[in-house]
């Protein structure tokens, strides 16, 4: 019986399914291979993330900005999808595993790690008022909410890394 490695990564659901990526955005037809290929062949177990934006606002959303996610009942809801996925990483911690690492989206206005889209002033993102989004320096929300939920489990050592978009 082959020896486990346990090595755990934590991947932001969009890498292994780009079908949850608001329309247009995805890059890749379905897995993002350059990104779970190397895992899968460096024998580390994967825990993919829920997709916070289709599950809270399904699969008709339009692009949104950090400014526009961080609120009160998105924050809410991070949290609560978030709790079975960092009861799995404590547990698997608990029986000797490593978390490697947890694998966000730059530019993502919930799961950047370095940068999110930010610029919502109010009204439309582009045309009629003038206002683009744009990639600024910062954490996404469900990044931000995972982070310190990660922290609360006694997981706070665990390092983000972020993935271009």
């Known amino acids: 019986m082959p020896e486990r490695s346990r090595r755990i990564v934590v991947v932001a659901h969009c890498h292994l399914n780009a079908n949850t990526k608001v329309l247009r955005l995805a890059c890749y037809p379905g897995v993002r291979k350059e990104v779970i290929a190397p895992l899968v062949a460096g024998g ?3 825990v993919q993330l829920p997709c916070p934006e289709a599950s809270f606002l ?3 959303r339009w ?3 950090v400014e526009q996610y961080d609120t009160p009942a998105y924050r809410r809801h991070c949290r609560g999808i978030l709790r079975t996925t ?3 990483l404590r547990t698997l911690a608990d029986d000797g595993c490593v978390i490697g690492t947890v694998l966000g989206v730059e530019g993502s206005p919930s799961c950047g790690v370095e940068t999110t889209c930010g610029g919502y002033a109010g009204g439309e993102l582009e045309g009629a008022s003038g ?3 744009a990639r600024i320096p910062g954490r996404g929300v469900f990044v931000d909410e995972l982070r310190t939920m990660l922290a609360e489990a006694g997981l706070g050592d665990v390092p983000f890394a972020g993935v271009e978009g």
Do not use: F
């Open 44 to 46: 580390a177990g994967i």
């Open 58 to 60: 399904g699969m008709r």
């Open 63 to 65: 692009g949104m900005t």
């Open 86 to 88: 960092v009861d799995t």
């Open 131 to 133: 206002q683009d989004a």
